[in-house]
Each structure stands twice: as C-alpha cells, then as structure tokens.
T-cell receptor, first 115, second 109 residues
C-alpha cells in the first residue's frame, strides 16, 4: 500500500536554530501534501497545504516566514521551522494524497523539542 | 467555518465495556472519515463513510453516517486494551479535510 515517510521522527534543537522536516511519498506521486501540528492529546491542526511546483497555502494564523514549506518534487515536501523557539515544540505530521479525491496517507510524525 | 464537534473528549473504561463516540457538525460533508492515532505515530484511517445513513462494520467497530451527512458515530463493542488511542473524525468537502478535536480512549484491563 501507499506509504508516506517522515524524517526525522524526533529532533531536539536549541532556541534560535532552524529545523527541516521531510515528508516523502514512497510509492506514489503526491501533487498535494498537508502539514499539521498536534499538541499532546489534541487533534491535528492544519498548518498549510503544499502544492507541487507552487507556493504553499497557509492557514490563518500560521506564519509563512516561520514555517517555510517547499514542495519541489512530486514525492517530497519539506517544512522548515525557522528560528525555532520553545513554543514551537510540538508534533508535526504530514499527509499526502495521489489526487484530491483519493485517500490521505499520513506520515508517522516528527516530535520537535526546542530547548 | 466547518467545525466538527467530537464527544466525549476523553473516555476511560474497563475491558469488555461498550462505548460510542459522536462526531457532529452543522455542515454537510461529501464523506466522513474515522482515524485512530497511537502516541508518537500518525493517524491511521479506519473507515470512510460516504452515503447518508450508511453503516460500516470493522470487526467490533461500527460506524454510521447520519442521514443528512452532517454527523457520524463510532460504536465499539466489548472494548479491549488494544483499542486505546485517539479517535479522530474528519469531514471531507472538496479537497478539504476538517478534523474533529478527537476522543482519547483508554481501555483498562
């Protein structure tokens, strides 16, 4: 079946540094990928929609300059948390679909801890 | 704003008990999905319901889509510790997926 791989699965970084998270679709081409943020025991909050070859669409309240999204190929989208601060610590999850009406496949998430 | 209200938010039960989780909205969705997420992992799709009034069964889990396609329920019969996790409903409208706040289920032996 379709698999979405996220890397790294966890990362600890110092405040002020930047962290890049990769999301790869392993056996299908994903024209659209989604990035979510999840706090403990809470639901997924959509941060942005990443479209291959074009700019990402950010949800209201999500800082575009802080959460940089790049979707340069049909199998890879990256989320870069720039100048990370402790309040950015969270679980970040990506998902991908082959097309708009096909099921979403989720990565296993990245636990980011900013010290 | 398309909001999905899930209830209860947290449920702690003993093994063997039955439970129902509800997902309600004022919006109509083309379909509704249920996911289960375990700690430190991404959500895993359990089922998609598409037709109003549709009922789907997955072993001890029964999913129902409301007639008006605005609400759904998940019923678990004879819950087991392995059912523990965060259950999320998600409404599909076009290319948009809206998640409910989730129900954290803890099944104790």
């Amino acid at each position: 079946g379709a698999v979405v791989s996220q890397h790294p699965s966890w990362v600890i970084c110092k405040s002020g540094t930047s962290v890049k998270i990769e999301c790869r679709s392993l056996d299908f081409q994903a024209t659209t990928m989604f990035w979510y943020r999840q706090f403990p025991k809470q639901s997924l909050m959509l941060m942005a929609t990443s479209n291959e070859g074009s700019k990402a669409t950010y949800e209201q309240g999500v800082e575009k300059d802080k959460f940089l999204i790049n979707h340069a190929s049909l199998t890879l989208s990256t989320l870069t948390v720039t100048s990370a601060h402790p309040e950015d610590s969270s679980f970040y999850i990506c998902s991908a679909s082959y097309r708009a009406d096909s099921p979403l496949h989720f990565g296993n998430g990245t636990r980011l801890t900013v010290t | 704003t398309q909001l999905l209200e899930q209830s209860p938010q947290f449920l702690s039960i003993q093994e063997g008990e039955n439970l129902t989780v509800y997902c309600n909205s004022s919006s109509v969705f083309s379909s509704l999905q249920w996911y289960r997420q375990e700690p430190g992992e991404g959500p895993v799709l359990l089922v998609t319901v598409v037709t109003g009034g549709e009922v789907k069964k997955l072993k001890r889990l029964t999913f129902q889509f409301g007639d008006a396609r605005k609400d759904s329920s998940l019923h678990i019969t004879a819950a087991q510790p392995g059912d523990t996790g965060l259950y999320l409903c998600a409404g599909v409208k076009g290319s948009t997926l809206t998640f409910g706040k989730g129900t954290m289920l803890l099944v104790s032996p």
